[in-house]
């Protein structure tokens, strides 16, 4: 058997070969085809990239707005502020499995729970000054502030202003990097900014936007609010970081957000309206805090409200623009300097007036003691009133009556008032009724869809609302549906108000 396969291989040795041989070529023949379909040829486009005048614009551009981030970045902080807050609980038997059994017989035991907040901050002085809001602070037990140089140092509160949600916070260090403050006045709808911040613990973001509006003051986010509107990127974290303007100079600090399904500052992400506070209010607030610890404030003496198309008529103004003087509290710098219940204010010291917030908001940006100009439709006839601003009082909304409904009940948004003689009779009111009119109404509110400026409230949930004390006691407890009734135009019938989740500030 062995013999004859030899005689086999002996016989076909060049058959046997040649069939090796093909089987090694096709082999070879697939491994180079593998290769060459693996890894094909192929040439990298090159280029220098498209020319001209219009391109070297936008490059330029893009130099532009790299030396501001450079020169602004330097003087963002991230402030980390701890608040500790005690919390009711049981240590035994705050589990289901036990309350069954025991109840409440075992009384709850205070115990602390830290909470944490990233906010940003700008600095504004070499010697350690920080810019910030105040809810980013508030309440804070420890602050920690992050440079941009990764240092971290303690920071103190100097003070904080909740109307305007201003604070400042210093650290103990010298020749820091300070961020020049620019004039708010000067910005236009449609000029270019730049957004700084710490977006979601994201330190040192930068990102560019326009000035969507000037002026607003809608929401309820402050009760002193004339808000620079953007769309450049502001989330949270973002809150009192810097909005700058094309020459590198802050015109604003991030305060708030209009996030969808979630209302002003609320939970939720970025869609294209952010808030800033002017720094020209935000700088009176941090002088005065730094010198005195507290803030002095221009006063008029006047409840004043929005114009709508019926007021406008009714009072004889020829838009809706200017303040209307809803009433003049005696013996108040108004009232010395002559003006009004129905008045409306159109200008104050030369700039045009929008509406009622940004009327408080120019006003209170001035000292007690300077002189307002104040130029006023009375009866559809023009005048000029010379007026010496007193000091805004700390109470000063239950002295106007004026009354705000909480931001987290169902009537949020709604801003009403006491019936002044003049609104009595401007709404055909007869003297007996004891009501509270409406002179706000945030668009974003659930109120919105069917109250509007000029209805009286008369009832909320079957209880009579009186006046503002009733109101502010009534809207608190409005939670869900909720019941009113209103007389608009004279005649009175109820509405219901959908209740749904309200919006809390940033």
Known sequence: MQGNTKRFLRENFLGISMALLGVICLALAGILYQGHRVYPRFTLAEGQGLDGPDIDSLERANKAYERIAQSITPAIVAIQSTQVIKVQQSPFFSDPFFRQFFGD????????????ALGSGVVVSPDGYILTNNHVVANATSIQVTLSDHRVLKGKVVGADPQTDV??????????PVAPLGDSNSLHVGDTVMAFGNPFGLYFTVTRGTVSALGRTEGGIETIQNFIQTDAAINPGNSGGALVNVRGQVVGINTAILSGGSGPGGEGGFIGIGFAIPVNMAKHVMEDLIKTGKVSRGWLG??????????????????TSGALVQSVEPDSPADKAGMKSGDVIRKINGKKVEG????TALVTEMNPGATATLDIIRDGNPMTLRVTLGE?????????GVGRAPSQGTLRGLTVQNLSPAMRNQLGLPGNVQAVVVTE???????????EQGD???????QPVHSVADFNRLAAEAKGDTLLRINRQGQSFFIVISGDSGGDDQ
């Not at 017989?105 to 944490?116: D, I, K, N, S, T």
């Not at 604070?167 to 820091?176: E, H, Q, R, T």
């Open 356 to 359: 009622s917030g940004e009327l």
């Open 456 to 462: 009286v409230i008369e009832g909320i949930n079957r």
């Open 392 to 400: 805004r009082p700390a109470n000063l909304g239950e002295r106007a």
């Open 441 to 451: 109404v945030d668009p974003n509110s659930p109120a919105a869809q069917a109250l």
């Open 105 to 116: 017989m075992f009384p709850q035991v205070p115990r602390e729970q830290r909470e944490r």
């Open 302 to 319: 006047v409840s004043v409200s929005g114009l709508n198309d019926t007021f406008a008529k009714q009072f004889k103004v020829p838009d």
């Open 167 to 176: 604070a400042v916070v210093k650290v103990d260090s010298g020749s820091l």
